[in-house]
């Protein structure tokens, strides 16, 4: 699990560090501010349209990822009140058991 966490990590970093470059490249570049406007919306479309489905796949593992995630801390929460619920009816049982010792 933690493998594939930090896989998704690096590729929403490496995403985002694409996408920086890919802005800051565009906004440096030495022409007038609406044809680098120009440039850099049909740049960022363009990725968009490219790497849309890889972005849907990876948003789809993700929430795949935190499913399985919350279903697991789900059944270990469960396990661990049950075993409490067990240590209070074994201890409730011997407070009852030793109530009936005492003579009186």
């Known amino acids: 699990m933690s493998e594939e966490r930090t896989s998704i990590g690096f590729g929403l970093g490496l995403i ?4 920086g470059g890919i802005i800051a490249g565009v906004l440096m570049a030495p ?3 609406h044809d680098s406007r120009e440039k850099l919306k049909k740049t ?3 990725f968009a349209e490219e ?3 890889k ?6 593992r993700a929430f795949e990822s935190l ?3 919350r279903y697991k801390l789900e059944r ?7 075993m ?4 209070k009816m074994r201890k409730a049982k011997e407070l009852e058991g030793s109530a009936y010792d005492y003579d009186y």
Do not use: I, M, T, W
């Open 16 to 19: 985002a560090g694409v996408v």
């Open 31 to 33: 022409s007038e501010g």
């Open 44 to 46: 960022v479309c363009d």
């Open 51 to 53: 790497h849309s489905p």
């Open 55 to 60: 972005v849907h796949e990876a948003k789809k």
């Open 67 to 69: 499913d399985l995630l």
């Open 76 to 82: 270990q929460y469960k396990r661990f009140n049950n």
């Open 84 to 87: 409490l619920k067990s240590k």
